[in-house]
């Protein structure tokens, strides 16, 4: 067979999605490398894409002050995990979309049988109600192959979308069940994550994540928690 996929054919031809301020699914975009491609596919019949990650909050007390904490101390996060589910198709199955040969593209047909993490790729697209507007921090990307034609001239389509890359993924669990109540045939899976990244920024020490008391040229940041002010007991007169 020829290199699977989903959304080249045309019963899962690209629809069209409204236009909202509130976040919609439907402008939600997952891609993952896709068997034989060497390069991101969007992941189509994907029926949920969910993210999830904790970290433990400790309170720090002293002996003698009364029943006060004096300070939260965030401890190590735990690993993103992300919920991929899927309806099965015959040429694709989730496997293959995250660059495994399992289905009719090789042999691997168990978690067992995966040797190397994969990445993913998701694109959450702003709606155009909101891209039209200025937003800080936000950078306006063409979309590929994205055209329109007007009086005989054609040029791209500018869209702004937040782009989030999930690195050195695992699959720690996969599960798909035949019933004789339901025709269709749901795979269920959960990915565990090495790392997060946007894809183009630094990260570390100093990366600027906001409610700094200081901002990264020196001057006063942006906001911050009154325990950091420059004198904690006082937190300032209201204006009345």
């Known amino acids: 067979m ?46 949920e894409f969910g993210m999830d990650e904790s970290r433990t909050i400790d309170p720090v007390r002293g002996v003698g002050y009364g029943d006060q904490i004096a300070e939260l101390v965030p401890s190590v996060t735990e690993p993103m995990t992300l919920t991929v589910n899927k309806t099965l198709l015959y040429a694709v199955d989730v496997f293959q979309t995250l660059g495994y040969r399992g289905g009719v593209s090789g042999l691997v047909r168990s978690l067992k049988h995966h040797r190397w993490p994969f990445d993913i790729k998701q694109e959450q697209v702003i709606s155009e109600i909101v891209a039209s507007q200025d937003m800080d921090g936000v950078t306006q990307q063409a979309a590929p192959n994205a055209s329109v034609q007007a009086n005989g001239e054609q040029f791209l389509t500018p869209i702004r979308a937040l782009f989030t890359f999930f690195e050195g993924c695992w699959l720690n669990s996969y599960s798909r069940s035949y019933t004789s109540d339901a025709a269709m045939v749901a795979e269920n899976s959960s990915v565990t994550v090495t790392d997060i990244i946007d894809g183009r920024s630094q990260y570390g020490e100093f990366v600027d994540t906001g409610l700094s008391p200081v901002a990264a040229n020196g001057t006063a940041g942006s906001g911050f928690s009154l325990r950091f002010a420059g004198n904690s007991a006082t937190v300032g007169t209201p204006n009345l």
């Open 2 to 47: 020829g290199k699977p996929s989903d959304t080249t054919n045309y019963i899962y031809r690209m629809g069209t999605a409204p236009n909202t301020r509130a976040a919609i699914s439907q402008k939600n975009k997952v891609f993952g490398y896709m068997v034989g491609t060497k390069e991101f596919r969007q992941i189509g019949a994907l029926s």
